[in-house]
């Protein structure tokens, strides 16, 4: 189901928050890397300590917004194990770049019953690079070149 394996990792895109990260990323590089340390907790089925590896770069979400996220992944993995199957790997599928101060990362999460989507959005703000946005789903459709 869609629906129920879909979780964001932040409540709304386009609102205005404070700031959560204290630590910015040094350079497009360290965001992959940042990224693929998420991907490896996924790959273990550890989606709790990878969400948990973004807080400090996190950019749109306050403390009590990261939190909820937090506890909405608690919540909804194990419902996401029963649908979709243990993870039986990862793989880096592309990077897509729009000007100099944003990029997106996608990923393919192998799960034994069906695949998983991961994309993570990273802008350069005033103090460097942090993660915008990223989210998990099922529609790979997307994952392919329009």
């Known amino acids: 189901m869609l629906l129920a394996c879909r979780i964001c990792f932040f409540a709304s895109l386009l609102a205005t928050h ?6 910015a990323l040094g350079d497009r590089a360290e965001a992959k890397q940042l990224a ?3 991907m ?27 939190n909820v996220i937090l506890e909405s992944v608690k ?46 959005y990273f802008y350069r703000g005033k103090n460097g690079w942090g993660l915008y946005w990223s989210f998990w789903d099922e529609d790979i459709a997307q994952m392919f070149p329009h």
């Open 18 to 23: 404070s700031i959560v990260f204290a630590d």
């Open 75 to 120: 919540e909804k993995h194990p419902n996401m194990l029963v649908d979709c199957g243990k993870t039986i790997g990862t793989e880096f599928v592309r990077e897509d770049k729009v000007g100099e101060n944003l990029f997106r990362l996608t990923y393919l999460q192998r799960c034994e019953k069906r695949p998983m989507r991961w994309v993570f």
């Open 40 to 66: 490896a907790k996924v790959a273990t089925d550890e989606m709790e300590e990878g969400v948990r590896l973004t807080k400090p770069f996190y950019m749109s979400a306050t403390e009590a917004e990261f």
């Open 36 to 38: 693929d340390r998420v």
